[in-house]
């Protein structure tokens, strides 16, 4: 430990996983399984490392990794922006305390309502993803009065061989201009020509879940380009450049991503080449880690609620979660570290399929999973780096209540996160008799 296991994650003389100074043991009995565990020390070292590898930077936490007001009021506390990419992002945001000014408006199908609430608190920046939002974002912001600053979202032809759900940056995407169509120059001319909208820089995310910073420094290559262009094409000199994130994490052991200040300084060195070579200033940078901030800062803590072996076939062992809590195994084939945490075992190990108890087949938690052969029903289960697209896309599947969640540090668990009820499952539905 750690590998892909939070910063203060430890095992006693017993055996028993302790996060932040708590045994999951006292953790399950005081708050149930299953558990989000997070390492508040984590969480704020990888805020830290991402502000001092990437010096003169603005980082910005990207909140659809996991969006709740105590999770953003620690990103803001380590001097970090965030962005949202929803108006329910955007509420939690201004929930939680954040100076709109230090907001910045992703999605690629903003609504009018959204839009209009970013102009009415002063968000510093708004993501424009199409021409069809240019036009509402001038209508709204004439009807306000005001100038609504902008970055444009360009789809760079960058191919970041990732999982092909996660990435962003090929031309054929949802987001953004595609700049190999001309569409980049159409917006960015389109923008140029309305009062209301100005825009003061480019935004370019190639994917998710990257390992290497090749990608990276095409990036940054392609977007100075297209700026010195626009300069010397139609004498607009933009000021702004937002990188995107998308650097992998250690999900198991196998995985090797690169260390953030590696991938500051790759960054850096490319965006100083090319503004050399251009003859462009440097513009104000920011870059966006999520996934890298809060992915490997939490744990899931289930509890085994049956082990099934089939001769010469599969071990079946079911816990009492999986796809409602953590979809990704389900939808990336994500492949998450998973070890018995509430005892030492001296047994042998043996390869077992961990599963979840959705009435699906696909609810996966880790097929051929090395766990004791004397694994036994009531043990507790941590899967490893669950901090990041596991709450944010929990679903209540065969009406399941999601889980709570829990910050741990020296010694003491606070909630962050209730623990939905039944009554809650059933909140919103409306009678017909």
């Known amino acids: 430990m750690p590998g892909p296991w939070p910063l203060n994650a430890e095992r006693d003389a017993d055996g028993v996983l302790h996060v932040g100074g708590v045994s999951v043991t006292d953790l399950a009995r005081d708050h149930g399984t299953p558990l989000w565990v997070v390492d508040e020390g984590d969480l704020r070292e990888r805020c830290r490392r991402y502000v001092s590898g990437f010096p003169g930077v603005e980082v910005a936490y990207a909140s659809k990794a996991w969006c709740t007001v105590g999770i953003l009021q620690i990103v803001d506390d380590e001097g970090l922006l965030v962005d949202v990419a929803s108006e329910g992002e955007l509420h939690t945001a201004l929930v939680a305390g954040i100076d709109p000014a230090k907001l910045i408006h992703h999605g690629n ?34 009807a306000r009065d005001t100038v609504a600053q902008v970055w444009l979202r360009i789809t760079p032809g960058i191919d970041a061989h990732t999982h092909e759900y996660v990435r962003t940056g090929h031309d054929d995407a949802k987001f953004g201009f595609t700049l190999s169509l001309g569409l980049a120059d159409q917006a960015m001319l389109a923008a140029r020509d309305l009062d209301h909208v100005e825009v003061v820089g480019i935004h370019a995310h190639i994917g998710s879940q990257i390992f290497g910073t090749d990608p990276f ?45 590696r991938y500051g300084k790759a960054v850096l060195e490319a965006v100083s080449d090319a503004c050399g070579r251009l003859d462009f200033p440097r513009p104000r940078l920011v870059v966006e880690p999520g996934r890298a901030i809060v992915g490997p800062s939490t744990l899931t803590l289930y509890e085994v609620g049956t082990v ?70 009531g043990d507790l ?38 623990r939905e009820t039944l009554d809650d499952l059933v909140s919103r539905d409306v009678p017909v008799r």
């Open 381 to 418: 289960l941590a899967v490893a780096a669950t901090g990041a697209y596991t709450a944010s896309m929990a679903s209540n599947y065969n009406r399941l209540p999601r889980p709570g969640a829990v910050l741990v540090k020296d010694g003491q668990a606070h909630e962050l996160l209730r």
């Open 308 to 377: 099934k072996p089939l001769p010469g076939l599969t071990t079946w062992v079911s816990v009492d979660g999986g796809m409602g809590d953590n979809i990704r195994p389900a939808l990336y084939d994500a492949v998450h570290e998973v070890m018995l945490a509430s005892r030492a075992s001296a047994v042998e190990p043996r390869s077992v399929t961990v599963v979840g108890k959705h009435c699906e087949s696909g609810d996966l938690v880790r097929e051929h999973a090395p766990l004791p052969g004397d694994l036994a029903v």
């Open 109 to 142: 199908n903003k609504g009018e309502s959204e839009l209009d609430r970013a102009l009415e608190v002063g968000l510093g920046r708004i993501v424009v993803d199409s021409f069809d939002e240019l036009e509402r974002l001038e209508r709204l912001a004439a």
């Open 217 to 261: 420094i095409a990036n940054a290559d392609v977007c100075l380009e297209l700026m010195a262009r626009w300069r010397d094409e139609h004498g607009v000199t933009l000021t702004e450049l937002n990188l995107g994130g998308g650097m992998g994490i250690r999900y198991t052991h196998e995985d090797h991503p690169v260390e953030v200040s």
